[in-house]
């Protein structure tokens, strides 16, 4: 029965070792590429592969194209997000296009059409502003500031015998 088990055992890893390779063919590497540009953690990444966090990890030590592809994925979607900070902070316009639906004379089917178009105007977000520019420009934004001054601390016991200072708290 435990040769049964160890048998058995040695097929479940045979298996599981080469899942790699398919994670390394080009659809699967975009897969990857496309999970991480949606915002999946490594956590859910590995768990749509069907492995463990740690093995993805290893993956991306062993594999360059796996590591790479995950990365490529964040790097957009990085960038995505501090192009909308970066809108949110200054501000912009937008064409808010109100429309009707009618009914095509030639085929019967309902469209749209535009009847009226205004263009509107999103103030800059302030908390965008400050977190870019506590972020960008630490030195003129940080809350606190680290200055080096020197500090000289005089002890105003100096020169006074302890038996002295005992005597004036009361203590002898």
Do not use: C
């Not at 890893?13 to 540009?37: C, F, H, S, T, V």
């Amino acid at each position: 029965m435990a040769a049964k088990k160890a048998q058995s055992k040695k097929k479940s890893n045979a298996g599981r070792k080469g899942l790699y390779k398919e994670w390394l063919e080009p659809d699967n590497l975009i897969r990857l590429e496309g999970w991480a540009r949606n915002g999946l953690t490594d956590e859910m990444i590995a768990h749509n592969i069907g492995i463990t966090t740690t093995t993805l990890y290893e993956w991306k030590k062993k594999y360059p194209q796996f590591a790479e592809a995950v990365k490529r994925g964040k790097e957009v979607v990085d960038i995505m997000v501090e192009n909308a900070l970066l809108k949110s902070a200054m501000g912009y316009s937008y064409d808010e296009v109100t429309q009707i639906g009618i009914e095509d004379g030639e085929t019967g089917e309902k469209i749209l059409v535009p009847v009226k178009v205004v263009t509107k105007h999103v103030q800059p977000n302030s908390t965008s502003l400050i977190f870019w520019l506590k972020n960008r420009k630490p030195e003129a934004w940080r809350d606190t500031k680290n200055i080096d001054a020197a500090v000289e601390v005089k002890n105003p016991f100096e020169g006074i015998d302890t038996a002295d200072i005992k005597k004036l708290i009361g203590e002898e």
